[in-house]
């Protein structure tokens, strides 16, 4: 191989079920894991359950406001305890197989007979406890017994693209609210996704509203591949919409030096951050297999735009283009993948060197310690 090219993953990294098994444990069952918007459990009581690695997790808000995580597992015989996705309880969650009864906080409260069993503790056989943090208003949950530093893993990626934390703050994500939330059924390997996020060699090919938007990206070299860099608005270009209009009022902690600057952040193993002055894009992703990745999109804009019912297409469009032409590009490698053809893989020209280091990453994940 030439010295210009860096070889990839092969082929049956994207398509072989022991590997994805493999991902399911090293990674997302042991990593921070951006699993819902805070403010979508707006209630006591109000949950939702979120598919994590080969478990499920119920995510609640409690009588006192706070969220916590649990295993979605009924502590009796494993029943699944919460079959509905979202919805709001009232004061407990009854397992529908044998009616053991836990409260908002986990404890067991409940059970047929429980009080001829006088000997079970209560918070011993409640259910089990997933770690959980709030950030940028989205809440972060963690499967392992003991979940690596959220500084490290979380902040500091962003730390890494910025150069700074502050520079992520400055947009005050966690006070802003969802003017629109598109949900995309992708089937490609997650790390397909990843991959075409963290690049724009192909970005002049088949973005062009985007390149339209952010001329340098005509260039190939995405805003991710330099340290603190924000990819600048064409000339003309008003705001970060379909056709280049004016969108909303910069948001109040912006800085003149952000203004009319787009970053993107990738934060492993499942979020993409993307900042303009007025509005925030974040993508969540779901792995479900191999060849499937559940991609749930949030517009993120101050309360002022949301509540007002201000005209947010737009703005709106832009990325949702950007993101079917994204997928589609995903899907058309998914089935190439198991061809002789990838078998060791395909190459990886100079400006995109960046996902050679996230190859070497996920290598090194799966890779069992001695």
């Known amino acids: ?58 995510i609640v808000r409690g009588r006192n406001g706070a969220l916590r995580a649990f295993l979605n ?37 409940a059970a047929p007979n429980l009080t001829r069993m006088p000997d079970i503790d209560r918070v011993e056989y409640g259910l089990v406890n997933v770690h959980l943090r709030e950030w940028i208003g989205y809440v972060w949950v963690c499967l392992a017994d003991e979940p690596p530093p959220f500084e490290d893993d979380v902040m500091g990626a962003v730390t890494e693209r910025l150069g700074t934390l502050a520079a992520i703050d400055a947009y005050d994500i966690d006070t802003l609210q969802v003017g629109r939330r ?10 397909l996704i990843v991959e075409n996020f963290m690049e724009c060699y192909h970005c002049a090919t088949i973005h062009p509203e985007l ?14 591949y330099y340290v603190g860099h924000g990819a600048e608005f064409g000339t003309g270009i008003q705001g970060f919409t379909v056709d280049g209009s004016e969108g909303f009022d910069r948001l109040p902690g912006v800085t003149d030096d ?23 894009i974040l993508h969540r992703m779901y792995p479900v297999a191999a060849d499937r990745t559940i991609v749930e999109c949030d517009w993120l804009y101050s309360h002022e735009v949301v509540t007002s019912g201000r005209d947010v297409s737009r703005s709106v469009e832009l990325f949702h283009r950007v993101n079917v032409q994204d997928f589609d590009a995903c ?7 198991s061809s002789r053809a990838y078998a060791r893989g395909g190459v990886l020209v100079p400006s995109e060197h960046h996902i050679g280091a996230f190859h070497n990453w996920v290598t090194t994940r799966l890779t069992p310690t001695p």
């Open 211 to 224: 390149v339209e938007v952010l001329p340098e990206f005509a260039d190939g070299y995405a805003a991710q």
């Open 331 to 337: 899907e058309r490698c998914q089935p190439a993948m």
């Open 1 to 58: 191989m030439t010295a210009s090219l860096i070889p990839t993953l092969p082929g049956h990294y994207y398509t072989d079920p022991a590997i994805f098994s493999l991902e399911q444990s090293r990674i997302f069952e042991t990593m921070w894991f951006c699993a819902v918007r805070a403010a979508d459990l707006p209630n006591p009581g109000s949950f939702k359950s979120v598919e994590i690695g080969r478990e499920s997790v119920l």
């Open 73 to 109: 597992i009924c502590r009796h015989r494993g029943a699944k305890l919460c079959t509905e996705e979202t919805g709001e309880v009232k004061r407990a969650f009854q397992c529908p197989y044998h009616a053991w009864t836990y409260g908002l906080d986990g404890k067991l409260i």
């Open 182 to 191: 598109i949900t995309y059924d992708v089937k490609a390997n997650w790390k």
């Open 258 to 280: 952000q203004d009319r600057r787009y970053y993107a952040i990738t934060i492993k193993p499942q979020v993409f951050v993307n900042l303009v002055p007025d509005h925030i």
